[in-house]
């Protein structure tokens, strides 16, 4: 169901009644586990594809994207400041080629498709 953009109520029985009795059923380690911190807020998410958006503008000179990651950040983050860098120093990237998550593949309908999303 749609929820306002202002609205960080969180339902905290999801985790208690229904997702940690299967995981401490599975897992008997978990049994100890308790939430002790919760966290909501808003979610950036790039809608094209679900990954990252770097890389230069295609018509804007001298504008670099590194965004839209869809909660991949932490572990993308790595790979992709280090390119980055290596745009912004070498014009190039030199340790990976991370140019199939350049934004022309937007205007170019070239999705990064993930082959294992858990």
């Not at 960080?8 to 940690?20: A, E, K, S, Y």
């Not at 919760?38 to 295609?58: K, L, R, V």
Request: glycine share 6%.
């Amino acid at each position: 169901p749609a929820v306002a953009f202002d609205d960080f109520t969180m339902d905290h029985t999801l985790w208690q009644d229904h997702i940690w009795p299967v995981l401490a059923t599975r897992i008997p380690q978990f049994e100890a586990i308790r939430v002790t911190h919760e966290w909501a807020g808003h979610y950036s998410m790039n809608t094209f594809d679900q990954n990252a958006i770097m890389g230069p503008h295609t018509e804007v000179e001298n504008f670099i994207f590194l965004n839209g990651f869809s909660g991949h950040g932490l572990q993308q983050s790595p790979a992709m400041g280090r390119g980055t860098a290596e745009w912004l120093t070498y014009g190039e990237y030199r340790s990976l080629d991370l140019s199939p998550f350049h934004f022309a593949r937007i205007a170019e309908n070239r999705p990064v498709i993930e082959k294992a999303v858990i």
